[in-house]
């Protein structure tokens, strides 16, 4: 992804943003730590476990009140296996537990990836499908498309003890009963190689839904993502 392309898919999401604070729009501020597990396993398959977590600090209303307290939100863990299929691409499936106010909600995912190689950096499209069921809510069926850029920032490749960048934009079609809504992602992240088997993975987490309704939500989360191969 070069300079140009990125400054313009950072331009739309803060347009898209400002029109919808002219809305009743409301914010959050918190933390969202997640450790992965992956496995290499034969026949060119993988898996990947995951817990993850949200943890808020302050919410309110864009120029009104504001409530500063920390609460924690959910919890997820998730258990996705892969497979490559082509030299650069690969499909998974998996499932995702969703432990959110003293409630448990199932998630069924489905995602393609196909990666692009360049001279200095990689360009990743995942095109994703998910299905959500609870006991409180109607199903919720989302339709997802995300564009992804690393970026070594020594030398071609990213190695132990160097630091690297990764940049995301996602875009998630939801329908839920006759409902419909658009969520935006942007995700700036500074990554830290530390042994061939050991990463981690800092930044913000910027959300934006319900932008096409009369109540926009902007979130923000900032994340630390550590990744260990087993």
Known sequence: MNTKALLFIILVVLMQGKSAVFA????????????????????NWSLNAKAESRQLFKSGTVNGDAVNEYRYVLTDLSLIAAKKVGLNSRIAGGYLMRIEDGEISHRFIQHFIIV????????????MSDQTFS????????VRYRISSELPLNGE???????????????????????YDLEIRLVPLL??????NFKIETGPDYRLNSFISSSPRHSYWMTLNIFIEI
């Open 24 to 43: 009743q729009a409301t914010y959050r501020f918190g933390i969202m730590p997640s450790l992965n597990l992956n496995s290499a396993l034969k026949n």
């Open 116 to 127: 692009q190689k360049f001279a200095a950096f990689r360009l990743a499209h995942r095109f």
């Open 135 to 142: 006991e409180s809510e109607k199903p919720e069926i989302r």
């Open 191 to 196: 990554g830290y190689d530390i042994t061939d």
């Open 157 to 179: 490749s990213v190695d132990p003890g160097e630091f690297y960048v990764k940049v995301s934009n996602e875009y998630i079609n939801s329908f839920q009963a006759k409902d």
